[in-house]
């Protein structure tokens, strides 16, 4: 199954009113939907955002660099595809931009291999669960809010069934902003799950007087607390002081930005959002948990835990293609092999079924 060809579309949907935090406006939302088809013609149809200044920009990026290098590869060879792409990057160009663009087409390969194997994306990366709790995002910053009407918000995203809200703080003295949190932790109650984020608006010192006024309240993570210049040093200084676990990545544009935020004691979990692609991610030890988050799988996952033996036989899903492409699926994600004797336990039993189960004996 070889990628035919590939556009995009660019969607920009005005707001009523601004929903940015305390160093950002949004007044409107944005996405980039991707179409990918096959040779076969299977298509595929993503959406991923939120950029709103540099859409079209995206789109033009994929029709005209991006789809080009990647026409006639294979959907399963998404590691080869992500390495071609990824070498533009050195190149005089926005980084930022260009990866946006290429998380699209990454995300729209993951999505042709789900059709393709008739396996959702939350499969092929190993998710099990069927249903998990949502929260929103709130605390917006709007001119006469009382902290009443923070209490009758919290409420609100209760009635709704959230589960819990990420509470904007930053824009205001840290004693003012944790007067806010306070109102919406008597409001929601005790087993409503409320964070903090700050979109980077704070120093080390603000951040950490709000931290310590806000600690008895049970906040589950405190994210992105300092200025972005030295965001990774200072957030470290941060969670030194603090009992609240420090967040932060959202901001970065590769894995490498990542691991700096962790190999600098800045944060104990990034965060991922947007419309980047996280395929490298697990070569530092960590995946992301949301079904719309993009991850390797194939041959660099995430370090399984101790394995526990045990005679009952592992079970493995095998998809052979037309074209000799034999697809090994398993707990831990898919594995590809290109030709389908490279694969031992094709060897060991011989029998090309185009779906077949296969049992193998733990060693």
């Not at 070569?283 to 101790?306: D, F, I, K, N, Q």
Request: aromatic fraction near 6%; hydrophobic fraction near 40%; charge should be positive.
């Amino acid at each position: 199954m070889r990628i035919h060809s590939i556009d995009a579309l660019a969607v920009d949907i005005p707001l009523a009113r601004n929903f940015g935090g305390n160093t950002y406006a949004v007044l409107k939302r944005s996405t980039v939907i991707t179409r990918m088809r096959t040779e076969g013609g299977l298509v595929s149809e993503v959406y991923n955002g939120d950029n709103r200044e540099h859409g079209a920009e995206i789109v033009g990026l994929i029709r005209e660099v991006l789809a080009p290098r990647v026409r006639g590869l294979g959907i399963f060879e998404g590691e080869q595809v992500w390495e071609r792409l990824f070498a533009l990057t050195p190149a005089s160009r926005d980084r930022k931009t260009l990866l946006e663009a290429i998380a699209c087409v990454d995300c729209a390969i993951w999505d042709l291999a789900g059709k393709a194997l008739g396996q959702s994306v939350c499969a092929l990366l190993g998710g099990h669960r069927r249903e998990l709790p949502i929260i929103t995002i709130g605390g917006y910053y709007m001119p006469g809010k009382t902290l009443a009407d923070i209490g009758a918000e919290m409420e609100a995203y209760r009635r709704a069934g959230m589960a819990g809200c990420k509470f904007k703080v930053g824009g205001l003295a840290p004693e003012e902003d944790a007067r806010r949190v306070e109102a919406a932790r008597r409001a929601a109650g005790p087993d409503f799950v409320i964070a903090v984020d700050a979109n980077r608006g704070w120093s080390v010192a603000e951040a950490v007087r709000f931290a310590r006024l806000v600690e008895p309240l049970d906040i589950r993570w405190f994210e992105e607390p300092c200025h972005w210049h030295d965001d990774a040093a200072m957030m470290a200084r941060v969670r030194a002081a603090t009992r609240i676990p420090i967040t932060a990545g959202q901001s970065e544009i590769t894995s490498h930005g990542v691991r700096r935020l962790i190999e600098a004691g800045g944060c104990v979990r990034p965060g991922v959002a947007g419309p980047r692609s996280t395929r490298p991610l697990p070569r530092y030890g960590w995946a992301p948990s949301g079904p719309e988050r993009s991850v390797a799988t194939l041959r660099e996952r995430v370090p399984r835990p101790p394995a526990v033996r045990t005679r009952r036989p592992r079970t493995r899903r095998y998809h052979e293609f037309e074209d000799g492409t034999l697809v090994s699926q398993r707990p831990f994600g898919t594995e590809v092999f290109m030709e389908k004797q490279l694969c031992p336990s094709y060897r060991r039993c011989g029998r090309p079924p185009l779906i077949r189960i296969v049992r193998q004996e733990d060693p």
